[in-house]
């Protein structure tokens, strides 16, 4: 079955400063892979995301990339801001609606 | 329109009960799937549901079962807990059961097995 590795585990920024995570999946036959951000206690929201047939998408400080061939995508977050700060999961999803998710980035985006 | 909601949000079982959990998706979205979610284990798929057919289960025990209602409303049933069965168990809706189509989450339920 699919796999979905994600780094960093953990990451520290700087408010206004970028990060980055980065998910590698191991099925070509995936052919969408959406960003969720989980707050403490509450549900996962979408971001953003991506499908197959597009190398990057970018929605206001969010940006997503893909590359099939090496079979990774990464999300950028640019000027960070205390909000920001909450566990992001990526995720992969072929055939039916099954999504085969990382085991989450925890990012703290200190003032 | 309302978000995916679920019922009950909170829940206290002992080892060997059974639990029924609820989730009632957006109006208009025939494909449920359900999740499980622990600190060690992360996000798992559990099963999906689409015009009351399981289409796709991930990698648990028979205890776990699912159905679908004709309203598209989804139950999850857990029979002979375990301690491991604490978890959030959240439910994610979409349009259709395909891969490509996003999917929503409702705030979950969360079991606790003692």
């Known amino acids: 079955g699919e796999n979905v590795e994600q780094h960093p585990s953990t990451l520290s920024v700087q408010e206004g400063d970028s990060a980055v995570i980065k998910c590698t999946y191991s099925d070509s036959a995936s052919n969408y892979f959406p960003w969720y951000k989980q707050e403490l206690g509450k549900r996962p929201q979408l971001i953003i995301d991506?499908?197959?047939?597009?190398g990057e998408k970018k929605d206001q400080r969010i940006a997503v990339t893909l590359n099939k061939t090496a079979k990774h995508f990464s999300l950028h977050i640019t000027e960070t801001q205390p909000e920001d700060s909450a566990v992001y999961f990526c995720a992969a999803s072929k055939g039916y609606s099954t999504l085969t998710f990382g085991k989450g980035t925890m990012l703290l985006v200190s003032p | 329109k309302a978000g995916v909601t679920q019922t009950p949000r909170y829940l206290i079982k002992t080892r060997g009960q059974q639990v029924t959990l609820s989730c009632s998706p957006i109006?208009?979205?025939?494909?449920v799937s359900w999740y499980q979610q622990t600190p060690g284990q992360g996000l798992q798929f559990l099963f999906e549901?689409?015009?009351?057919?399981?289409?796709n289960k991930g990698n648990f025990p028979g205890r776990f079962s699912g159905r679908q209602f004709s309203n598209s409303r989804s139950e999850m049933n857990v029979s002979t807990l375990e301690l491991g069965d604490s978890a959030l168990y959240l439910c994610a809706s979409s349009p259709l059961s395909d891969s490509r189509e996003t999917q929503y989450f409702g705030p979950g339920t969360r079991l606790l097995v003692l």
């Open positions: 549901y689409f015009s009351e057919t399981q289409r």
């Open positions: 109006s208009g979205h025939r494909s």
């Open positions: 991506i499908r197959s047939n597009v």
